[in-house]
């Protein structure tokens, strides 16, 4: 389809919409329109065009996993209105816990084998960058946690490094769902801070995952601690590097993970008084923050903008 460009009086181009579209998404002469600059494109949304969506689904099954993925796609899809029919007993227990961890889900109504979820915030893309950093700000904590535990050979701090994995989730949760509903980047923007926030969530999970593998008073070696602790500062180093925007010095998250993985990690296997488990989870903490270094170099500074 293509629009002739018209030259106003005072200089200013302008172009026709096509009728049909337009009358879909219910423009007036007062509607306003978002417009994304895109390279040599733009992209034109209208505002009505949003408005929230609705769905009605039914469970197949009772099992927590599958409830959990179900909604979380469909929160990530961007529908605001959820109508659970079916719902087998024992199902609105399991869909209430979840739907805590969904920022803005609430169930207003149901019965005995239904319920309705809705929407009851208005997602705000100005809120994504603060969100975003307070994800990073939550990860190094959790490390900063695992650190002291290991350093004192306890787990003391698993109840509270838990509640900051569900914040994270919240968050990392809404984050992806504002990139997908309010298209406040280009699609190329949007994809590369998609992956980004889904790595610091798997971050997160990969210390979770370690504190589920250990038990009582874990036996961390000097080069354990020592490892762990290098990691804790590989993430560091990200997060330094993404918000200091010193692209120049990327290259140092490709020279640590070659340490950090190409080098001491086959000694640290190799050796019979190595933990395993806490090497396993540090070196996957590491592949994925290693993984964002090409993710810095294309956003550079236009990742906050």
């Known amino acids: 389809m293509k629009r002739k460009v018209i030259k106003q009086g005072n200089g200013t181009l302008t172009m026709t919409l096509p009728k049909k579209w337009a009358d879909s998404v219910g423009l007036t002469e007062n509607s306003e329109l978002d417009i994304i600059e895109q390279g040599h494109s733009i992209q034109v949304t209208s505002s009505s065009a949003q408005k929230g969506t609705q769905i009605e689904i039914s469970l197949d099954s009772n099992n927590r996993t599958y409830i959990r993925q179900v909604l979380n796609n469909i929160y990530l899809t961007g529908y605001d209105e959820v109508n ?4 087998e007993p024992g199902s609105l227990k399991t869909i209430r816990e979840v739907i805590e961890d969904l920022l803005g889900y609430q169930i207003i109504q149901y019965s005995r084998n239904s319920c309705l979820i809705r929407n009851l915030s208005k997602e705000d893309d100005t809120e994504f960058s603060a969100l975003l950093r307070r994800i ?7 490390l900063d946690l695992m650190i002291e535990d290991f350093s004192g050979q306890k787990l003391d701090n ?9 914040s994270i989730h919240r968050f990392v949760y809404y984050c992806r769902r504002l990139l997908i509903k309010t298209r406040m980047f280009s699609n190329y923007k949007s994809t590369r801070m998609y992956l980004l926030i889904t790595r610091l969530l798997t971050i997160s999970h990969s210390v979770e995952y370690l504190y589920d593998s250990l038990s009582g008073s874990p036996v961390i070696s000097k080069q ?3 490892y762990c602790k290098d990691t804790a500062e590989y993430f560091q180093l990200f997060y330094s590097l993404f ?7 990327i290259y140092k998250l490709s020279e640590g993970k ?3 993985l190409d080098q001491r990690l086959l000694k640290l296997l190799s050796s019979k008084s190595s ?5 396993h989870y540090c ?16 956003l550079k500074d236009e990742h906050l903008s």
């Open 158 to 166: 698993h109840q509270q490094l838990f509640e900051i994995g569900k």
């Open 275 to 279: 933990n395993h488990i806490v090497i």
């Open 224 to 226: 354990e601690l020592e």
């Open 258 to 260: 070659e340490d950090l």
């Open 243 to 249: 918000y200091q925007l010193k692209h120049k010095s």
């Open 84 to 87: 659970v029919i079916d719902v």
């Open 283 to 298: 070196a996957q903490i590491i592949r994925d923050i290693a993984r964002n270094g090409g993710i810095l170099f294309t």
């Open 136 to 142: 990073f700000l939550l990860v190094k904590l959790q």
